[in-house]
């Protein structure tokens, strides 16, 4: 059974840091792209990042590039989303997410969500 | 604003069929980008139902059913039930690397 089991979230200030952390397990874990979309709860939903299988290329929404950083470990099995300058309209449920290809964004989707790690920044 | 549109909401009785329309641009779905169904229950997070256009994931019921022309795709639900009750999120993809990935706002079905 495929898991995906994120952490990290919390409440910070305005130009503050989290490290958002997905553990995966059930599936070949190195053999995917991975993503995070986040949710403002109640709202729709927004593409973050993506990872290809191996870490060597990844991509970013316009609304975070150049303050978030993905990144993945295959040994560990788990893929992590760095935070930096956060800003009160980064404030969501952040899901980790299976994509079903190995590195082709525009031909990706999302097979398998976790359950989601919820930010807050506010002052 | 989302880049596809959905309609806010829609509505049917048990066992009516509904449909939810996403709509683009020659840009995203006109471009022939696949689309993609998403389920979201109440306090959950959301569920692939359709992908590439109109096939099922494993597992959804047959009453789930996709399709698309031009710039626009939709989704039908045939035999509504209580359980159906939810929001639904299409996904596809831009032309250009800002618009990677789009979804759409959302549609609220209501089974009355």
């Known amino acids: 059974e495929v898991q995906l089991v994120e952490s990290g979230g919390a409440g910070v200030q305005p130009g503050g840091s989290l490290r958002l952390s997905c553990t995966a397990s059930?599936?070949?874990?190195?053999?995917?792209?991975m993503h995070w979309v986040r949710q403002v709860p109640g709202r729709g939903l927004e593409w973050v990042s993506f990872?290809?299988?191996?870490?060597?290329?990844?991509h970013y929404a316009d609304s975070v590039k150049g303050r978030f950083t993905i990144s993945r470990d295959n040994r560990k099995k788990v893929i992590y989303l760095q935070m930096n300058s956060l800003r009160a309209e980064d404030s969501a449920l952040y899901y980790c997410?299976?994509?079903?290809?190995?590195?082709?964004?525009?031909?990706?989707?999302?097979?398998?969500w976790g359950q989601g790690t919820l930010v807050s920044v506010s002052s | 604003q989302s880049v596809l549109t959905q309609p806010p909401s829609v509505s049917g009785a048990p066992g009516q069929r509904v449909t939810i329309s996403c709509t683009g641009s020659?840009?995203?779905?006109?471009?022939?980008?696949?689309v993609h169904w998403y389920q979201q229950l109440p306090g959950a997070a959301p569920k692939l139902l359709i992908y590439?256009?109109?096939k099922r994931q494993s597992g959804v019921p047959d009453r789930f059913s996709g399709s698309k022309s031009g710039t626009s795709a939709s989704l039908a639900i045939t035999g509504l039930q209580a359980e159906d009750e939810a929001f639904y999120f299409c996904?596809?993809?831009?032309?250009?690397?800002?618009?990677?990935?789009?979804f759409g706002g959302g549609t609220k079905v209501t089974v009355l």
């Open positions: 996904q596809s993809y831009g032309s250009s690397l800002s618009e990677s990935v789009l």
């Open positions: 059930g599936f070949t874990f190195n053999n995917f792209a």
């Open positions: 590439g256009d109109n």
């Open positions: 997410v299976k994509g079903t290809l190995r590195g082709t964004l525009t031909a990706d989707y999302f097979d398998f």
């Open positions: 990872i290809v299988w191996d870490g060597s290329y990844t």
């Open positions: 020659n840009s995203n779905i006109g471009a022939g980008n696949d």
